[in-house]
């Protein structure tokens, strides 16, 4: 027999001035299964408390209501004091007397009415509870980090660091990311690549830390604490464990010209190549696609030129399975495309570049050494125009959101050029100077007080040829009149968005994402490197545009919380999750199709001898997030929802 | 030779080589224009197949008969297209492989049959292609919107009076092929969310439930309508289910086996101008 | 005169966004009708169509059926299936005579204290020029009394 | 001469009754279904129905009715019996095999307790029969031993006049000479020859089905499984036969209040005997057609000495495919040939 506990706070005057709590704990004394209430000023103080957990003991109470305020407020507290009282926590539950009734109703009679109906309804609830227990689930205590650019490197830094595992999984050939293509970096202007490579070493020599590079992750199954990834890695036709990147076969390699990515097409390369000089590991791989021997059967130079002989043209993609416990997904981002301003001319004037030609040229190892010469014939451009905003905050044409790092690096760039060309001439066509961060602004400060960068806010409309300067047409909305200049380069400060197969990713390993693609945090502002998929978490620019210190910030705050998860090795989950009944279920999967969290897997039921008799559906509670979503699709209503039990609804609506 | 004769000397030939265990076909029923279904497991019974206007069950339900298809052996069987599309959404639901289905594909134009090509469900899609396109009965549709026009309450006032005839026979149910759940909703007692008795609001919840229980898998064969036997128009609540799921999410149920159930689905830009 | 009528109106809500949304309406103090009852579920993708007959046999007159607006739901997608729900469901309800003016959906996230307030008083106002839904609760008082034959 | 009721004078009948304290009631076919319901007109009765669809079975056991109201209290349960009250009822324009179907189910209702809910509408009710003259292909009365014109379970018997005028009228019991006390100005003397009643034609031997079904070994015959082959497991041709009388207690209610019912259950439902355990001891549909043929002519006839069944052959009539009592019948008089 239910014996319910019913406790009516007055909270001070906030429920009492409107709820007749003489009058409610008369109505609810009277409820069938009721077999105490009591009300008090406050419940949720210690003495409060004790009169619960007294209550409790003394009538060996099988059920709480305490009417008083959100769940939201103090479920947790009486969850508490029902557990140190010896009741299973979940046996309680809170009529919301105070946000839903006392304080929005002004009449005392209707508010006590509802308050009566309120609390009878969750007193048959509760009479329905059932004791849930946490779910605890085995840890696999090792990560693994999707990207390896300055975010994957750094998160998988600092979990290896403090002792556990990670495998670091990146698609090309080299880990380094855009970081590595970068000249110098704002606001301190040192060296990208001379504090980026050392990291890059680190990583790969660390004795924690598996780097996996040309390879893939195709398939993500599990769940927090048990997650089991499929990593393609891609045939690279030399021999990982033999090479000593002696470099040989790319001097021999006879296909040269083919444009390469890393330079974004300022430079070339051959068919077997490393991306970049400093590449991490410095073991080329054959581009199937350019490779004459591949093509034809022919060549094989090579492998003719390798001492070692780790050119190995039969190599396979291979598919490796890793179970870890956790996921930082740090796939980073791409530039927007920008031939879609046909008004700045990109595509059909070679001297009009983006935001990360420029990097290249400005590099010290990049195809023009450093020298700032424009792409079209090789001199150095004695004026240059920069354009901001190419693509971002562009609700027409490009995207809505701020790109965050344009401001800072066309400032970057407008003194690089400064530093290399000494007479040279420059115009930044700007919307807003946002140039927030630690050094930031002082440093586009520095960029126009020192380094003589020439602002001018407004929007390029026009940019054309002439006699072999690039004419820009804008307006200079401060003074309010058109300017026009004539430009040797143009560079556009294109948008930065999510990578193209961001999506398709996302749906690949269970995590949402937003009408860009860049990856959903589970909250924004509170939860904002956690995915909602537990276990799963984000770092850098997949997410959102960032800067190099914040990317970085967000990667060692995925660490932690993976760490943190790593410090057991079980995990306590809330048992509010699915149940399935076997001898009802049909065997439809439509559960299975409609769950947002792939929980719901086929189960044989087998017979003495083995023999399936059935096939059915079955929760895995380690997944099951507790939505619901499943148990009202179930026609035959074989599933059902720990905590929000279909009994228990029923009875809370038929009490109302 | 006609499609009756065809299609008794092709079952003929299944059955003896083995191909099927069972043909399910209809025969003559216990009167002259009356067909019912038969079972036909030996050659020379093929003789009692029958193929006319008058076949138009869907006799896709006997598939689910328990154990029917547990031993991995064929099942021979006469659909129209709308049993056939039965057969695609019971494969999408995981209920028969549809290997295990041989199909006797006819169909009725102005009571005279015509067979259609192809053998197995997938053979099939041109012609569910062509339903498709044709869109869903006009004539239903006609009977549908005459409710429409009326008011709320007068609707309401018409089905109480069609429910309130509902004796809780399960016809209905048991005739159609999508009822293959092993515990009815009707049957479910904790809680009892379905009133189990045949007052008209245990009938009204009853068939609220099976119709949303059907949308976007009835395919209108109108078995629940024709075994009746009070005769409630259930093939315009059907229908208008079937209608609600087309035109809001260009859902045309079983299609195909790989098609997902529209209620377990879901795109981000559905329509929801009724949500404030 | 009779008493003025005041509707019943029963309302399934997600706990993530509409519950706490009517909490905050609460913690703002505004005000709104004392008609509603809410039911917490922890996502609008547990709310099962029964649960509004159910609530009409109790002799509701209007259900309210709300979440979290879409792409905003704590378990990514419930609402998303909610949303296709309901939308065969009102369409079903409203075929068999149960009018739309007394089935309502709604996004109400958790920082639309003002939006609830102003949907519950909007709704009462609405359910009390319609009167009581009679139809629907007269199938249930007709079982409550002595068999006429 | 015999006494003749013309029709014409119907609504004078009808009248008279009423104002006797009667309710009235007849075919009627409304909202797409024939059934026994009240009538204040002539006009609205449908007399030349072969029959309608539902039985007048259900207004003396109705598809669902209430027992009991129950109010839960803190500490008790307070319960109000709802018995149906007295209420004089005319059954106009009954065919044979359903007022036959009444007079085979009162042994049941009546035997080791006495169903109030039955016989306090039995006690109050008239049955006035009209011998049929058509019949259908369904039809079967002559096959149980009744006839289309057969007086069990009739107080009354109409026997339609050749001429179409009117019917010959027979009082058969006490209720039904009462009745005709109020309508004696409304009757007249005459001669008129009577129509030919239906024939129907005899379909099978029942005397050899019940000799089968009696041998023990018939029960466990593989003849079950294939004659119901093709029974979708519903329930309408238990719940549209005049005979059938299984019922299963049902409590609704909310957390307050509720009623106990009794409604139609069949023994064709899977969980018509599904125990808590789990086990089903009919767990194919086979034993149940089996237990429903079993029942109607072996078992009831051994407890009451009658088969329970009338021959209206709704059964097969309504059947979704086409099975029915007959066809079984017929099948287990050829196995005996």
């Not at chain 1, 014996?3 to 003489?22: L, P, Q, R």
């Not at chain 3, 008493?3 to 609460?26: N, S, W």
């Not at chain 4, 149980?144 to 014109?149: A, F, I, R, T």
């Not at chain 4, 078992?299 to 069944?309: E, I, T």
Request: net charge neutral; aromatic share 8%.
């Amino acid at each position: 027999m239910a014996k319910i506990g019913v406790f009516v706070c007055h909270c001070g005057e906030n429920i009492a001035s409107m709820v007749d709590t003489a009058n409610l704990v008369a109505a609810i004394s009277e409820h069938p299964g009721v077999e105490i209430c009591l009300e008090y000023k406050y419940f949720c103080s210690d003495p409060g408390q004790e009169t619960v957990k007294r209550a409790v003991r003394e009538h060996n109470l099988t059920g709480v209501v305490v009417a008083a305020c959100s769940p939201r407020m103090h479920e947790q507290t009486f969850r508490k004091a029902c557990a140190e009282a010896g009741l299973n926590p979940y046996m309680l539950e809170l009529a919301n007397i105070r946000e839903q009734c006392s304080w929005v109703h002004t009449d005392k009679e209707e508010a006590t009415e509802k308050a009566i109906e309120i609390t009878r309804s969750l007193v048959e609830k509760v009479k329905r509870n059932n004791k849930l227990y946490p779910i605890s689930v085995p840890v696999t205590r090792r990560a693994m980090v999707i990207g390896g650019g300055i975010a994957g490197i750094q998160a998988a830094l600092d979990i290896a660091s403090a002792g556990r595992e990670v495998v670091l999984v990146e698609r090309e050939p080299s880990i380094g990311g855009h970081m590595s293509q970068i000249s110098e970096t704002f606001p301190t202007l040192d060296c990208s690549q001379c504090i980026l490579t050392p990291r890059m070493v680190e990583a790969v020599q660390h004795p924690n830390i598996t780097v996996m590079t040309y390879s893939e992750v195709e398939e993500v199954d599990g769940y927090i604490g048990n997650f089991t990834v499929k990593v393609r890695r891609k045939a690279r036709y030399v021999r990982m464990e033999t090479c000593t990147g002696c470099g040989d076969c790319i001097q021999k390699c006879p296909v040269k010209k083919i444009p390469s990515e890393f330079e974004c097409g300022l430079g070339n390369r051959s068919a077997i190549y490393t991306p970049f000089a400093q590449a991490v590991p410095n073991v080329p791989v054959i581009d199937r696609s350019r490779c004459t021997y591949f093509k034809n059967g022919k060549c094989a130079i090579c492998k003719k030129t390798c001492q070692i002989d780790s050119i190995d043209f039969d190599q396979q993609d291979t598919i490796e399975t890793i179970e870890v416990g956790a996921i930082v997904v740090a796939t980073g981002f791409q530039v927007q495309n920008t031939s879609l301003y046909g008004e700045y001319g990109y595509g059909r004037y070679k001297d009009v570049i983006t935001g990360l030609h420029f990097e290249r040229l400005a590099s010290a190892s990049g195809p023009t050494a450093g020298k700032i010469l424009r792409p079209s014939d090789g001199k150095q451009p004695e004026t240059v125009v920069f354009i901001q905003c190419a693509g971002s905050r562009d609700v027409s044409k490009g995207v809505r959101y701020c790109s965050k790092i344009c401001c800072m690096y066309t400032a970057k760039h407008a003194m690089l050029y400064a530093h290399k060309v000494h007479d040279g001439d420059t115009k930044i066509f700007y919307m807003d100077i946002r140039a927030a961060g630690k050094g930031y602004d002082e440093f586009t400060r520095r960029a126009i007080e020192e380094d003589h960068a020439g602002y001018v806010r407004g929007r390029v409309s026009k940019l054309y040829e002439e006699n072999g300067k690039l004419i820009v047409r804008g307006v200079d909305m401060l003074l309010g009149r058109p300017v026009e200049v004539a430009a040797d380069m143009v560079v556009l400060a294109t948008a930065m968005v999510p990578q193209p197969d961001a999506k398709e990713f996302a749906k690949i390993i269970g995590i949402g994402y937003d009408e860009y693609g860049f990856f959903n945090e589970a909250h924004l502002k509170l939860r904002p490197v956690e995915t909602a998929t537990a276990g799963i978490y984000l770092a850098g620019a997949c997410q959102s545009p960032k800067d190099i210190p914040d990317s970085v910030s967000q990667a060692s705050a995925a660490a932690a919380k993976i760490l943190g998860l790593f410090s057991r090795e079980h995990l306590e989950r809330e048992p509010v999750v699915a149940t399935v009944s076997d001898s009802t279920c049909a065997g439809c999967w439509g559960c299975a199709t409609a769950c947002p969290y792939n929980a719901i897997d086929q189960r044989d039921i087998t017979d003495r001898n083995g023999n399936v008799i059935k096939r059915v559906a079955s929760v895995n509670p380690g997944l099951c997030q507790g939505c619901g979503t499943c148990v009202s699709f179930c026609r035959s209503n074989s599933i059902d929802l720990a905590g929000f039990t279909e009994k228990q609804i029923f009875a809370e609506v038929m009490a109302l | 030779m006609g499609i009756q004769e065809q299609y008794r000397s092709e079952a003929a030939g299944l059955l003896s080589s083995g191909a099927v265990k069972l043909v399910i076909g209809f025969g003559e029923g216990s009167t002259v224009e009356r067909r019912r279904p038969v079972f036909v497991r030996t050659p020379a019974e093929t003789e009692r197949l029958v193929l006319d206007g008058g076949c138009v069950a869907n006799l896709s339900t006997y598939l689910l008969t328990e154990g029917l298809l547990s031993d991995g052996k064929s099942v021979a069987v006469f659909l129209k297209p709308d049993g056939i599309r039965s057969i695609n959404i019971l494969a999408a639901e995981a209920q028969l492989n549809p290997e295990q289905v041989v199909i006797f594909g006819f169909d009725i134009e102005e009571g005279q049959v015509r067979a259609l090509e192809g053998r197995k469900a997938s053979d099939f899609a041109p012609v569910i292609g062509v339903a498709k396109a044709a869109g869903l009965s006009a004539e239903l549709q006609k009977e549908a919107e005459l409710l429409d026009q009326i008011s709320a309450a007068e609707r309401f006032e018409y089905w109480k009076d069609q429910f309130s005839k509902c004796i809780k026979c399960y016809a209905c149910r048991q005739v159609c092929p999508m009822c293959y759940c092993r515990r009815c909703i009707v049957d479910v007692n904790q809680p009892q969310w379905v009133n189990t008795s045949s007052h008209t609001l245990g009938n009204f919840e009853w068939n609220i439930v099976r119709a949303f229980h059907l949308a976007g898998r009835c395919v209108a064969c109108g078995g629940c309508d024709r075994s009746c036997p009070v005769n409630i128009p259930l093939r315009l609540i059907n229908h208008r289910m079937a209608k609600e799921v087309l035109d809001a999410f260009d859902y045309y149920a079983g299609e195909c086996a790989e098609q997902k159930p529209v209620l377990a689905t879901f795109r981000q830009d559905d329509p929801e101008t009724f949500i404030l | 005169m009779s008493e003025p009528f005041e509707p019943k109106i029963v309302a399934f809500v997600c706990t993530y966004c509409t519950y706490a949304g009517a909490d905050l309406a609460g913690t703002s103090r505004m005000k709104y009708a004392s008609n509603v009852r809410i039911v917490r579920l922890p996502c609008t993708g547990r709310i099962s169509p029964m649960f509004i007959l159910k609530a009409l046999q109790k002799g509701a007159d209007a259900v309210l059926v709300s979440g979290c607006h879409p792409g905003d739901c704590h378990f990514a997608q419930g609402n998303y299936h909610a949303r296709r729900r309901w939308t065969v469901f009102r369409a079903l309800l409203s075929f068999t005579g149960i009018p739309e003016q007394r089935i309502r959906f709604s996004w109400i996230s958790a920082a639309e204290g003002a939006k609830f307030t102003e949907l519950i008083n909007n709704l009462t106002e609405d359910i009390r020029k319609l009167g009581p839904f009679e139809q629907y609760h007269e199938l249930q008082t007709v079982i409550e009394t002595q068999a006429t034959y | 001469m015999t006494r003749i009721l013309p029709k014409n004078r119907l609504d004078d009948c009808i009248a008279a009754w009423r104002s006797a304290g009667f309710s009235v009631l007849a075919p009627v076919r409304r909202s797409d279904l024939s059934r026994f319901e009240e009538v204040e007109r002539s006009e609205d009765m449908a007399l030349d129905l072969v029959l309608t669809e539902r039985t007048i079975k259900d207004h003396f056991f109705p598809q669902t009715e209430p027992l009991i109201k129950y109010s839960i209290k803190k500490h008790d349960i307070d319960t109000q019996e709802m018995v149906p009250p007295e209420r004089k009822r005319v059954f106009f324009g009954v065919r044979p095999c359903d007022a036959s179907g009444l007079a085979i189910d009162d042994p049941l209702f009546g035997w080791d307790y006495r169903d109030e809910y039955w016989f306090k509408r039995r006690d109050n009710a008239v049955i006035v029969t009209i011998a049929c003259t058509t019949s259908d292909d369904f039809c079967m009365c002559s096959s149980v031993n009744l006839s289309p014109d057969s007086t069990k379970g009739s107080d009354v018997m109409l026997r339609p006049l050749q001429n179409g005028s009117g019917w010959q009228v027979e009082a058969l019991s006490d209720r039904g000479n009462a009745l005709l006390g109020p309508i004696s100005s409304i009757l007249k003397e005459g001669s008129d020859a009577t129509a030919s009643t239906a024939s129907v034609p005899v379909r099978f031997d029942v005397d050899k089905v019940m000799a089968w079904l009696a041998d023990p070994a018939s029960f466990e015959s593989h003849f079950w499984k294939e004659i119901s082959v093709r029974c979708i497991g519903c329930g309408s041709c238990t719940f549209l036969c005049p005979t059938c009388h299984c019922f299963d207690i049902q409590d609704e209610g909310d957390t307050y209040t509720g009623i106990r019912r009794k409604n139609w259950d069949s023994c064709s439902f899977p969980m018509f005997t599904m125990h808590t355990s789990g086990h089903n001891p009919r767990n194919t549909q086979s034993t149940r057609w089996r237990q429903r043929i079993m029942h109607k002519f072996n078992y009831y006839r051994g407890k009451f000495g009658v088969n329970s069944c009338s021959g209206c052959g709704r059964c097969t009539r309504q059947c979704p495919v086409d099975m029915g009592i007959t066809e079984t019948l017929q099948a287990i008089t050829n196995l005996t040939k």
